[in-house]
């Protein structure tokens, strides 16, 4: 099976701009993650999704970060403004609902705010 | 709140030979999984090994086992005879639920496996 598609790779910006990464989950996993791993730490969760509803958001810093999944399938996780602090490698993560948590994660995004 | 600490930040092991990586964590559940990524500079988190807390007995997958002791809430990580393809940041983390359906995996600092020729 295909495994969780992220892009970009790779993303540079300025401090207060704006940017925006893709994730596409498994087919047919219903749960999806974002993850932030900041440089030398584990990642964190930012969001979890149940097809297109948020189901915890309580990391998430709504100020300036947001994530939709319209349609329960790819998701979008947007950063505006961006802030030095950003810097991360965003993960994106899926499972099937219930089972035994097989979570499958994608390759992530580096991103660098300068 | 929960926890995941892993105290090495380093190891260095020589091929072939084994190497134990720790891990502590901190939950209120009685039944639960417990996890160990494996994360080489691809970045990728790949899935070494996955317990059941409920399970007495520890779980093996190849050269990677892991030492499960539920009323420590210790997790560590054993590989045996290393291998150059082993070194990779380790972490171990758990499912962490909040009501609602929220499961979102809390991880450690990560444990940094070096492994020399």
């Known amino acids: 099976e295909a495994g969780v598609a992220q892009s970009p790779r790779y993303k540079i910006i300025e401090k207060r701009q704006s940017v925006a990464f893709w994730c596409n989950p498994i087919?047919?996993?219903?749960?999806l993650y974002w993850y932030q791993q900041i440089l030398g730490q584990g990642p964190k969760l930012l969001i979890q999704f149940q097809n297109n509803g948020v189901v915890d958001d309580s990391q998430l810093p709504k100020d300036r970060f947001s994530a939709e999944r319209l349609k329960g399938v790819d998701s979008t996780l947007k950063i505006q403004p961006a802030k030095l602090e950003d810097s991360a490698v965003y993960l994106c993560?899926?499972?099937?609902?219930?089972?035994?948590?097989?979570?499958?994660f994608g390759s992530g995004t580096r991103l660098t705010v300068v | 709140a929960q926890t995941v600490t892993q105290s090495q930040p380093e190891m260095s092991v020589q091929e072939a030979e084994t190497v134990t990586l720790s891990c502590t964590y901190d939950?209120?559940?009685?039944?639960?999984?417990l996890f160990w990524y494996k994360q080489p500079p691809s970045r990728q988190m790949i899935l070494v090994i996955r317990q059941e807390a409920y399970k007495q007995q520890n779980a093996t997958e190849n050269r990677f086992s892991v030492n499960f002791q539920k009323a420590a809430k210790s997790f560590s990580l054993k590989i045996s005879d290393s291998q150059l393809g082993d070194a990779a940041m380790y972490f171990c983390a758990y499912p962490t639920p909040s009501g609602g359906g929220a499961d979102g995996l809390t991880f450690g600092k990560g444990t940094h496996l070096i492994i020399q020729p």
């Open positions: 087919s047919g996993h219903a749960t």
């Open positions: 939950t209120s559940e009685s039944d639960y999984y």
């Open positions: 993560a899926s499972r099937l609902t219930g089972g035994d948590y097989g979570y499958t």
